[in-house]
């Protein structure tokens, strides 16, 4: 009987462990509970510029859609001729071919493999089933109210807007659901085009300003940012200016709407990131950090 | 042997008459076994010596009761069990053919030595009503040793040597498979209590061993009647008594013999506690009797050495045109069945089953139902013996069908071929055939319009209206020239209501189907367009989420598109969902056109059906002869005293009508209703084709 367990004696230190009979309660813990408590693990600073030059994605974004609405409104109205639109689309999809090889040295297209007959097939697929498609396209909407294409129209440029990959990490983006909502914002609008080559005209340059555009912009913002910053103060004073000449009003409140994004938002988000308080400590849930894939094949 | 016997000669007996029983002919049975030689002195029925009679002989005295009927006997007429506390209760027995087989009845040793009798349990039995009145002897029957039942099939008369019963138990048994023995005695006391007949009596069981040996016993007053079952060797149970607990069930020997029971419908519900015997022994009495018909056989003019009682035919009077009839009906299936072989391997001809011809044959319903009718015809006809009572009631059944058809058949013909009936019909078709297509035609231009002020597209709109009217332009134009020879293709199709009423009704159907062929037309046009836009939607609107669909996992599963694969899709999808009211619209309306004629043809199609598949034989019976189909049986307390035997009687409960007529169902002609209303519904929005009606021979390719 010498060797009874010394259990009840002081030196019974409690241990963090389970599978050990032990004197105590099962919700024990001791005065070292609290020595693990950690703050702010993953909390990340941010520099007031940085997220101002980061917003400029979503600045992009807004200026392309006010753009392409406000080339529609001139369409329609008769104040924009397609043959113009079609050439400076053409003459300006060239250039940001040409620049789309040169930023990079073609070291995009050697990783992606993919060959400039590619690149001709997909031009020549776009034309020929929009020019093909166009008579179509313009009697398509006939029967419906103009208040119900416009309702449609803005839904779906909203839904471009939400599920635009702005290079956030999360469920909701999806680049292909947005590219289709704009492509059929795009055919409804201009199905209400007075004449088919209207319809043909303005769903191509849809395709150029929400396919196109963003491909070299994100090349763009990758290797030089500077001229980045540069093509979007250009692009959005372009597109504050298309505005202007449509509406005085619409065009003071996007700008008040471009600036509350460029330099409110970021500027709130530094302030409130002060105020940021996240507790860690042994309560968290068990995290695996050993990459265990391994087990799986 | 040794046995002699100067009972068995009717003269002899005749003079040998014993002066204390007054209506009784007295008989000696002298036997003479080997070791024990004993007189025994027995009543003689009086049964045999009536039977000996010239019919126009009234019969002696007393003679009238020795085949009363049950219910001339008052003791046991049903309505005196309907006192307040009678209790009535329900058994219904199980499948006849799940009873283990009873053939093998063991032998009154080895019932002996097995003695699976429990203890305090009522030992039944069943003793035919018409046997009620039948003078004292033996009683004949076969023990059920699993339900502690003895079923009583006849009552043997004195005087009798016992080795020709014995003969005839083994000849019955032969013959019918079932465990018939001597199972006691029976004692039917008209005047006096006679002691002498009760030793003899008791005295017969060592001659015919049985365990347990039953000894019934009725009283002069025809009111009571007492029955005991003793055991001669000693129970093994110890405290057990010697004697069982009785329980005299009555049954109707005709009835039980020719009724066929079913499986019950739902669970019995045990009114009183007094079920007697189980689902399997109610089985085992009803398959005994119908088995020993044997026993039966002799009716009341045969001279056999043996006398028994039981229930006999009233003698058969049509007896000549029934033999009549059964000798015909072998050569008449003879040679109609080689007529049908030969229509049947006419229509198996090579040449009818080239493509267009098969494929034409098999969706004409007129042949499908011709095609049935040979095959029902060649049942009914084949030479081969129906092999059990299910086979002989479906012969019945198709044949009184067929029969009743080309009853109703040949009415219809005579009504259509008098007063030029069908001429006024031919002027009366294409008007109407005319009026359809006009109203078609309004209904394509109320289309082609803004119908309902939907908003269309006008352009889709405009091209499938022209198509549709063209359509219709050249079915106007194909009745017009049909139009001459109309009367004359009704005259023919008139003839053909001879073969039947279901025949005329699917040539109706045919023709119906026939001449709303524009409507089918535009249905299927309208299904196939919409089908596709539907399809080509839903899958579209995946691409549109950046998913597909997976074909090896069978799910949706999300994927990277090229650019030009999402640019093209999506212009298709748009261009689609706006053209998709236009077709949808044509669709619904000729969906619904072409639902109003299959509702038109399925109602024909029902009332074929009904003609083709109703039992009307069965049906008949279970009308007039309502014991012939039984569903079980239930009980009626006849009397019950305290010290008395409990007597009950056993009365057949016809099946229900709606349990004939399930059972009895035959096989129609193969066409049925191949949807349930949701998966219904499901292909109408999908745009697939329905057939309603499809035939039995497509399920193959």
Redesign the interface.
């Known amino acids: 009987m010498g060797t009874q367990p010394v259990a009840d004696t002081e030196e019974a230190k409690w241990q963090k462990v389970l599978y050990e009979r032990q004197p105590f309660p099962d919700n024990y813990v001791d005065r070292r509970f609290l020595e693990e408590l950690r703050k702010n693990i993953h909390a990340r600073k941010y520099q007031y510029w940085a997220v101002v030059f980061e917003s400029s994605v979503v600045i992009q974004q807004l200026c392309s859609v006010c753009v392409f609405v406000v080339i529609w409104w001139y369409m329609d109205e008769g104040l924009l001729a397609p043959q113009w639109l079609f050439g400076t689309g053409l003459a300006s999809s060239l250039i940001g071919y040409v620049l789309f090889d040169l930023i990079d040295g073609g070291e995009g297209r050697k990783k992606s493999g993919r060959t400039r007959w590619a690149d001709l097939k997909s031009a020549l697929v776009f034309i020929t089933f929009t020019y093909g498609f166009s008579p179509v396209l313009k009697t398509l909407t006939e029967s419906v109210s103009t208040d119900t294409i416009y309702a449609m129209s803005v839904f779906m440029l909203l839904g471009h807007l939400i599920f635009f990959d702005y290079g956030a990490n999360a469920a909701i983006v999806s680049s292909t659901l947005s590219l289709n909502m704009a492509i059929f914002a795009s055919v409804c609008l201009a199905s209400r085009l007075p004449r088919s080559l209207h319809a043909f005209i303005m769903v191509t340059f849809a395709i150029q300003i929400f396919a196109l555009w963003p491909m070299l912009q994100k090349k763009l913002k990758a290797c030089t940012p500077r001229s980045y910053v540069g093509v979007t103060l250009l692009f959005a004073f372009s597109a504050l200016g298309g505005l202007l000449s449509i509406s005085a009003v619409g065009a003071v409140l996007f700008a008040l709407l471009l600036v509350s994004i460029s330099c409110l938002c970021p500027f709130y988000l530094t302030r409130l990131q002060l105020f940021k308080e996240n507790i860690h400590g042994p309560w968290d849930e068990a995290e695996i950090k050993e990459d265990l894939s391994r087990f799986l094949s | 042997m040794g046995y002699k016997s100067w009972g068995g000669d009717m003269n002899a007996s005749a003079g040998a008459r014993m002066p204390h029983e007054g209506d009784k002919d007295a008989a000696r049975a002298c036997l003479r076994l080997p070791g024990l030689e004993r007189c025994v002195r027995g009543t003689l029925g009086r049964g045999r010596r009536a039977a000996r009679a010239p019919l126009g002989a009234g019969p002696s005295r007393g003679n009238a009761g020795s085949r009363r009927k049950w219910g001339s006997c008052p003791a046991a007429r049903p309505r005196q069990g309907w006192g307040p506390g009678a209790a009535s209760a329900v058994v219904r027995s199980g499948r006849p053919d799940a009873v283990p087989d009873p053939m093998p009845t063991p032998p009154p040793e080895s019932a002996a030595r097995g003695n699976s009798r429990v203890p305090g349990m009522v030992l039944k039995a069943f003793f035919p009503t018409c046997c009620a009145s039948a003078d004292s002897g033996l009683l004949v029957g076969r023990w059920v040793p699993e339900q502690t039942s003895a079923v009583v099939l006849a009552v043997v008369h004195f005087p009798f040597i016992p080795i020709q019963v014995k003969e005839l138990l083994a000849r019955v048994q032969q013959a019918s498979q079932v465990g018939v023995a001597v199972l006691g005695t029976w004692c039917h006391r008209r005047q006096d209590a006679e002691e002498s007949l009760g030793h003899f009596l008791e005295g017969l069981g060592a001659i015919f061993s049985h365990e347990p040996w039953l000894q019934l016993c009725r009283e002069r007053g025809s009111k009571f009647w007492s029955c005991k079952a003793t055991r001669r060797q000693a129970p093994t149970c110890p405290g057990a008594p010697g004697e069982d607990q009785v329980m005299l069930v009555f049954y109707d020997q005709r009835k039980v013999l020719l009724s066929q029971l079913h499986p019950p419908v739902a669970l019995p519900d045990h009114q009183a506690g007094d079920a007697v015997a189980g689902a399997g022994g109610l089985a085992a009495v009803f398959d005994t009797v119908a088995r020993s018909e044997e026993l039966f056989r002799s009716d009341r003019f045969d001279e056999g050495p043996v006398r028994l009682s039981h229930w006999q035919s009233e003698g058969v009077e049509a007896s000549i045109l029934a033999e009549l009839a059964k000798r015909a009906s072998g050569p008449i299936c003879l040679l109609l069945g080689g007529l049908l072989s030969l229509v049947s391997a006419a229509s198996a001809c090579r040449v009818l089953q080239l493509w267009p011809l098969s494929f034409i044959w098999s969706k004409l319903s007129t042949c499908e139902q011709l095609r049935h009718r040979l095959e029902q015809l060649t049942f009914v006809f084949s030479t081969q013996k129906a092999e059990n009572p299910t086979q002989l009631m479906r012969k019945a059944n198709v044949l009184v069908s067929v029969l009743l058809d080309v009853a109703l058949g040949l009415a219809l013909l005579s009504w259509l071929h008098g007063k030029d009936r069908i001429g006024h019909l031919a002027e009366a078709l294409v008007p109407v055939a005319d009026h359809v297509a006009e109203e078609l035609q309004h209904l394509l231009q109320w289309l082609m319009g803004a119908p309902a002020g939907l908003?269309?597209?006008?352009?889709l709109d405009q091209v499938l209206g022209r198509f549709f009217l063209y359509h219709l332009h050249l079915w106007i134009s194909y009745i017009h020239l049909m139009s001459p020879f109309i009367e004359r293709i009704l005259w023919h199709v008139g003839l053909s209501a001879c073969l039947g009423l279901t025949v005329a009704l699917s040539i109706l159907s045919d023709i119906i189907a026939l001449l709303t062929f524009h409507i089918y037309c535009f249905y299927v046009y309208g299904a196939r367009l919409y089908c596709l836009k539907i399809c080509g939607l839903s899958s579209l609107w995946r691409?549109?989420?950046?998913k597909k669909w997976n074909v090896l996992r069978q799910r949706v599963d999300s994927c990277?598109?090229?650019?030009?694969q999402?640019?093209?899709?999506?212009?298709l999808?748009?261009?689609l969902l706006?053209?998709l009211p236009t077709t949808a619209l044509y669709y619904l309306v000729f969906t619904l056109l072409r639902l109003l004629v299959v509702a038109v043809q399925g109602l024909i199609h029902v009332l074929v059906d009904l003609i083709n598949s109703l039992p009307l034989y069965s049906l008949g019976l279970r009308l007039c002869r309502p014991y012939r189909l039984a569903a079980g049986v239930k009980f009626r307390v006849l009397e019950h005293e305290a010290d008395r035997p409990l007597r009950l009687l056993m009365q057949i409960n016809p099946l229900p009508f709606s349990h004939v007529i399930r059972t009895y169902r035959l096989p129609s002609c193969g066409c049925h209703p191949t949807h349930s209303w949701g998966s219904l519904c499901r292909k109408l929005f999908f745009g697939e084709l329905i057939y309603p009606w499809r035939q039995k021979g497509d399920k193959r390719d």
């Open positions: 908003k269309m597209n006008r352009a691409l549109f989420r950046g990277s598109y090229d650019l030009d999402l640019f093209i899709g999506t212009l999808f748009t261009i706006f053209l």
